[in-house]
């Protein structure tokens, strides 16, 4: 069965570019027509869709949030990576890393302070 | 794109049914067939529990069901059991090939 794991800093400055990837086992990033999402929760909060990537390497993002946000893929590593730049206090949540719709990684905590 | 609406908060008592309703527009739920739903419970990962409108994903029980009218799509949870105390989610594709979640919604078994 699949499994995805978050990486990445637990806390960047303001102004600063959130970078996280997410490691993918159990099955190839390159097989199948899934794509590869991101999506967060702030505490206490509702999920936000940030954007997805195919493993030919196109991308849809939110569009509230598209001018900051970059989804890339390594096929080579099995791996996706989400960079969010200019973060502020707004951006601090949960970040997951999904294979479509049924699996979820764990999640990964990111504080934006100073 | 304008998240979809959920009841904040919906109730029940074991053993009853309880509907969660998810309205959107014609440029997401009402378009298309790719509505989702999660359950998820307190400090875990949202799981997913309805895909497709109204598929189940192997291992969810059939107590879970969902449906779509136009623009609204539900989930219905029949024989309600303690465990089903959670935060739903829905979510949809949308005409921009975008996806988007509901607000969510806090079910209480009481």
């Known amino acids: 069965q699949v499994q995805l794991q978050e990486s990445g800093p637990g806390l960047v400055k303001p102004s600063q570019t959130l970078s996280l990837t997410c490691t993918v086992s159990g099955g190839s990033i390159s097989s199948g027509t899934y794509h590869w999402s991101w999506i967060r929760q702030p505490a206490g909060k509702g999920l936000e869709w940030i954007g997805r990537?195919?493993?030919?390497?196109?991308?849809n993002y939110n569009p509230s949030l598209k001018s900051r946000v970059t989804i890339s893929v390594d096929t080579s590593k099995n791996q996706f990576s989400l960079n969010l730049s200019s973060v502020t206090a707004a951006d601090t949540a949960v970040y997951y890393c999904?294979?479509?719709?049924?699996?979820w990684g764990q999640g990964t905590l990111v504080t934006v302070s100073s | 794109q304008s998240a979809l609406t959920q009841p904040a908060s919906v109730s029940g008592s074991p053993g009853q049914s309880i509907t969660i309703s998810c309205t959107g527009t014609s440029s997401d739920v009402g378009g298309y067939k790719y509505v989702s739903w999660y359950q998820q419970h307190p400090g875990r990962t949202p799981k997913l529990i309805i895909y497709e409108v109204s598929n189940r994903p192997s291992g969810v029980p059939d107590r879970f069901s969902g449906s779509k009218s136009g623009d609204t799509a539900s989930l219905t949870i029949s024989g309600l059991q303690a465990e089903d105390e959670a935060d739903y989610y829905c979510s949809s594709y949308t005409s921009i090939r975008t996806l988007v979640f509901g607000g969510g919604t806090k079910l209480t078994v009481l």
């Open positions: 990537i195919y493993s030919s390497g196109s991308t």
């Open positions: 999904a294979r479509g719709t049924a699996f």
